[in-house]
């Protein structure tokens, strides 16, 4: 079992609709990464946090906008997506983001739909 | 830049059958690297992972993986496979310094019959 929650599990959602997606991690670790994920290929990075702060933005549209909340939490709030958005977002998380061996721990991922 | 090759898009093996799936990287310095398994609709779980010592590594699920710094390899097995095997591998690395990117390999898709 995973020890990255996410929720929901599926998500559909209008043009303009704004929704979140949400993400909780209980291990301890510092870094929380959302990535996103089409169909048949490999997860994309889209944002890294780490110690709450944020690190790394992969040049993602700003209808995307992270927050954390705390180091426990990260969430990713939506607002006017378009349907080519439509994929798996998956949220991770890794001890730090200092060691290149941390690794990575994903959640189950967000099925999201934009209609 | 550092790069990762999967160069089967996916295999197909009969239950019982050994299993070798392919990953190549390219990078400079000694590579983290890390095999990571996605069934169906789930997130992705971590199946072993190599930093330095040993080439062979041991993972979960009766995997292993053996370093290769002369052909730039990290090649995945499974001695017998599983109809519960079926699923899509990613094979990933990460950078030597700074290390919050990995970087995944297209993936390759594991069929399994009967």
């Avoid at chain 2, 009969?14 to 983290?32: H, I, K, Q, V």
């Avoid at chain 2, 699923?87 to 399994?112: D, N, Q």
Wanted: aromatic fraction near 12%; include cysteine; proline fraction near 5%.
């Amino acid at each position: 079992d995973t020890e990255v929650t996410q929720t929901p599990k599926h998500l559909v959602m209008g043009m303009t609709n704004k929704k979140s997606l949400k993400c909780e991690q209980h291990m301890g670790h510092r870094a929380m990464y959302w990535y996103k994920q089409k169909a048949k290929k490999p997860p994309e990075l889209m944002f890294v946090y780490s110690y709450e702060k944020l690190s790394i933005n992969e040049s993602v549209p700003s209808r995307f906008s992270p927050e954390c909340p705390n180091s426990s939490l990260l969430n990713l709030h939506l607002h006017a997506l378009q349907p080519e958005d439509s994929a798996l977002y998956l949220c991770a998380s890794s001890q730090d983001t200092g060691y290149s061996g941390n690794t990575i721990y994903f959640g189950e991922g967000s099925w999201l739909t934009v209609v | 830049a550092q790069s990762v090759t999967q160069p089967d898009i996916h295999i197909t093996v009969s239950e019982g059958a050994s299993l070798e799936l392919r990953c190549n990287y390219s990078y400079g310095a000694t590579p983290y690297l890390f095999w990571y398994v996605q069934s169906p609709g789930q997130g992705l779980q971590l199946l072993l992972k190599y930093f330095s010592g040993d080439t062979l590594v041991q993972g979960i699920k009766g995997f292993e993986a053996e370093f290769k710094r002369s052909q730039s390899s990290f090649n995945l097995r499974k001695p017998s496979v599983h109809w519960s095997d079926a699923a899509e591998y990613f094979c990933a690395v990460v950078r030597g310094t700074g290390g919050f990117k990995t970087i995944f390999g297209a993936g390759t898709r594991l069929f399994v019959k009967a």
